[in-house]
């Protein structure tokens, strides 16, 4: 079945850090690749995503890349900001999955200090 | 805009309480779900509605009873809950549930905090 990991938190950054959050993935067809975010107390929001291989999804400064040679799409952002201090989920979509199901990763917590 | 609303954002309940959350779409979207999230743990799938239709079941305790009384709506009807049943529960919607090929995006809403005494 599909599966989806990212690295375990929480990563803890000084404001202007560099951010990398890894994710890997495992899939039985050719699936869409996610990012969301969740701030505390909030619903998920999309934050980027890409459809196939070499893709590159941004948004808000991040970035991710659809690496299909190596099952990745790690979300990075060159300058972090404490407004960015959330859970970060990684996800996917196979298509050949009835119903268009999102499979999770973990989540990763990040904590930006001033 | 990719908005879907839902109320009510908190609700307490009791054991024996019947009660009714409720989810909004205006994008045209053709499918909508219901996620039961608990804390520090990713979403969980509990339903799935396609063209208005139940199309996946995940297993869910009959306490929760889905409904989708048009395109633009999902209601999630509790009845007997149990304290374990506590947690945030997500509606979602996504465009087309069968276009082939592409997953389909899912768009979120705030989620209802539930809490069951």
């Known amino acids: 079945g599909d599966s989806v990991t990212q690295m375990e938190g929480p990563v803890t950054l000084s404001e202007e850090a560099f951010l990398t959050i890894n994710c890997t993935y495992t899939?039985?067809?050719?699936?869409?690749l996610f990012w969301y975010v969740q701030y505390p107390g909030e619903g998920l929001q999309l934050l980027l995503k890409?459809?196939?291989?070499?893709d590159k999804g941004s948004n808000k400064g991040f970035e991710a890349t659809y690496r299909k040679e190596t099952t990745s799409f790690h979300l990075e952002k060159g300058s972090v900001q404490v407004s960015d201090s959330a859970v970060y989920f990684c996800?996917?979509?196979?298509?050949?999955?009835?119903?268009?199901?999102?499979?999770f990763g973990g989540g990763t917590r990040l904590m930006v200090k001033p | 805009d990719t908005e879907v609303t839902q109320t009510p954002k908190h609700l307490v309940m009791g054991m024996t309480n019947k009660k009714s959350l409720k989810c909004e779409q205006h994008?045209?979207?053709?499918?909508m779900y219901w996620y039961k999230q608990k804390a520090k743990k990713p979403p969980e799938l509990m339903f799935v509605?396609?063209?208005?239709?139940?199309?996946i079941n995940e297993s869910v305790p009959s306490r929760f009873s889905p409904e989708c009384p048009n395109s633009s709506l999902l209601n999630l009807h509790l009845h007997a809950l149990q304290p374990e049943d506590s947690a945030l529960y997500l509606c979602?919607?996504?465009?087309?549930?069968?276009?082939?090929?592409?997953?389909?995006?899912?768009?979120f809403g705030p989620g209802t905090r539930l809490t069951v005494l």
């Open positions: 979602a919607s996504s465009q087309e549930p069968r276009l082939a090929g592409v997953g389909d995006t899912q768009y």
């Open positions: 899939a039985t067809g050719y699936p869409s």
């Open positions: 996800a996917l979509s196979d298509p050949g999955n009835a119903g268009n199901m999102l499979t």
């Open positions: 509605y396609s063209y208005e239709k139940l199309s």
């Open positions: 994008m045209g979207h053709r499918a």
């Open positions: 890409a459809t196939k291989a070499d």
